[in-house]
């Protein structure tokens, strides 16, 4: 059964670090062209970062470039988000799923992640 499940959210102050994992079942995660996803309330989901088949190269939205970093791990089968100098715009719900810019059809969405980025 393919699944997608995201941890590592949580609230933090401005400036502050988080880790996001997104572990991936039923399918291998490398295998696939991959992104990190986020919707704030009253906004679309977008894509902030995502990294090609293998890893071979990474994409980030402006708004996350310089401070975030997307990378896998192929022996757990697991992709992640280091988000650092986080900034309250930052807060939302984070999601991983395929890179839908390549017209590949999603994995089922997972529940997300909540980020809360406040003093």
């Known amino acids: 059964q393919v699944q997608l499940v995201e941890s590592g959210g949580g609230l933090v102050q401005p400036g502050g670090s988080l880790r996001l994992s997104c572990a991936a079942a039923?399918?291998?995660?490398?295998?696939?062209?991959m992104g990190w996803y986020r919707q704030a309330p009253g906004k679309e989901r977008e894509l902030v970062a995502a990294?090609?088949?293998?890893?071979?190269?990474?994409y980030y939205a402006d708004s996350v470039k310089g401070r975030f970093t997307i990378s896998t791990s192929n022996a757990k089968n697991t992709m992640y988000l280091q988000m650092n100098s986080l900034k309250p715009e930052d807060t939302a719900v984070y999601y991983c799923?395929?890179?839908?810019?390549?017209?590949?059809?999603?994995?089922?969405w997972g529940q997300g992640t909540q980020v809360t980025v406040s003093s």
């Open positions: 799923n395929k890179d839908l810019r390549l017209g590949e059809p999603p994995a089922p």
């Open positions: 039923g399918f291998t995660l490398s295998s696939y062209a």
């Open positions: 990294i090609t088949k293998f890893g071979l190269r990474t």
